[in-house]
């Protein structure tokens, strides 16, 4: 039994094998014969989007290696190697210099700006003036004008007695008449005797020197510096010194002014002994024949000595040359009262020979004008009305009142 069965398995196997070749055979069969046309064809992927020269898809191109690229001839183009210079490097282009407007009609040109500041006071006593009666009330209204516009007590007082008199003597009473003598009595309040010049002739062999005080804030530097263009525009050479030590920036600030106009700056270092600058600037301007010296000098009190002390010491040192020919007060005309208490204390120290009023063209009162020069008895020279670097006019006393009251 058991060869039975071996016999069986045997012939199983053999009939499994012999199918496996038969299905073999015929799946050789069936596949067609290889050829070089049936060989895919591989397509590069598209490139990349490029802009401008390589716009298009890259192509293989020739190459050379370096030892096939040759040099070109020295003088190939031109006969020569051409030299380039390296570029300088630190050197700032030079400024150019400016040439500041003529000072003469200045303020007539700036009437309109100082008019449309000024207007409250000229046309409030205007309209009062043209009531049909003037009786005590309306002239107490007019005393509190003049007042509110920082005129002073003693100047309203006389200015206010003066037009009850004529008033009530001429029995003026148009408009024009009321506003040509109020034209009138403003103009005789604001002074007409008084020498308004700045002065800035020295000596035969030393130029004018010019000493500019007052506090930090009121515009000092810049009024200097203003000064210096209104020099320039009348055809004198100046000097700056920058003697205001014990603020950061003034002397930059100062140096900046003058090279506009083509004036040189006297500076030290920062902290440093501000008679000593003013003492070499107005040498400096003997050295150059210089026609004018303006000395910068401190606004506010340093933590060694008093300004007022420093201020006189500035002041005799500069004397060792010669005298000063001027010192003005820059005040800021919107400190009111405040600025005559500056005055004051400043009139103590320097001889103040004139007054410089600034940033009348803002919420300043023209009436600051009449108080100053009656508290210290010296004339309002020069009015700043702007920021513009030509802003800075010579005080004119009836083109300031034609301003206050307008046409």
Known sequence: MEIVILVVVIALVAVGAISGLVVGSRKKKQLPPSSPSSTPTITAPPAEPHVGDEAE????????????VGLPDADEATGSPVAV??????????????????TEGRLIRLRARLARSQNSLGKGLLTLLSREHLDDDTWEEIEDTLLTADVGVMPTQELVERLRERVRVLGTRTPDELRALLREELITLLGTDFDREVKTEGGLETPGVVMVVGVN??????TTGKLARVLVADGKSVVLGAADTFRAAAADQLQTWGER??????????????????????KEGIAESADVVLIDTAGRLHTKTGLMDELGKVKRVVEKHGPLDEVLLVLDATTGQ???VQARVFAEVVEITGIVLTKLDGTAKGG????????????????????????????????????????
Do not use: C, H, M
């Open 57 to 68: 898809t890259p192509r293989d191109e020739p190459r050379r290696t370096i030892e096939e």
């Open 85 to 102: 210079e390296d570029p300088v490097v630190g050197e700032a282009p030079a400024r150019e210099i400016e040439v500041p407007e003529p």
């Open 217 to 222: 804030g009121t515009g000092k530097t810049t």
């Open 261 to 282: 106009v083509g004036a040189r700056t006297v500076r030290g270092p920062e902290g440093g002994d501000p008679a000593s600058i003013a003492f070499d600037a107005v």
């Open 338 to 340: 405040n600025g005559l």
């Open 368 to 407: 600051i004008v009449i108080a100053v020069q009656r508290e210290l008895g010296v004339p309002v020279k020069l009015i700043g009305l702007g920021e513009g670097p030509d802003d800075l006019a010579p005080f004119e006393p009836g083109a300031f009142v034609d301003a206050l009251i307008g046409d």
